[in-house]
């Protein structure tokens, strides 16, 4: 096996990582927004979105390796990791939206 390519847990567990660094940033984009300070909740917005291109370079890495044709069979750890990036995408999703509206009633 190449060792240059993570192993199943050590990818799941990457992704788990820049998943809830995202999630963190965005529910702070949304506390700073309330506050009336858009340009750092803009700012935290941006640092969610470096920490969900890292994530998918996580899942980048599992597919190069199912296409050398060393896939595994899903564990529990990896459904796990989708979930938490799933999550913390709406939570970025709905972070914007929430600063718009801030924005909004602020004008």
Do not use: C
Request: aromatic fraction near 4%; charged fraction near 25%; glycine fraction near 4%.
């Amino acid at each position: 096996m190449d060792s240059a390519i993570p192993s199943l847990e050590e990818i799941s567990f990457q992704i788990i990582l820049h998943a809830g660094n995202a999630r963190s940033s965005s529910m702070e984009a949304i506390h700073l927004a309330k506050e009336g300070k858009f340009e750092e909740a803009a700012a935290k917005i941006a640092e969610a979105e470096k920490e969900f291109l890292e994530a998918h370079h996580s899942q980048t890495k599992l597919l190069q390796k199912e296409a050398s044709g060393q896939g595994q069979s899903p564990t529990v750890l990896l459904i796990h990791s989708q979930d938490h990036l799933m999550t913390a995408m709406t939570v970025k999703e709905m972070a914007q939206e929430f600063i718009e509206l801030y924005e909004r009633i602020k004008q």
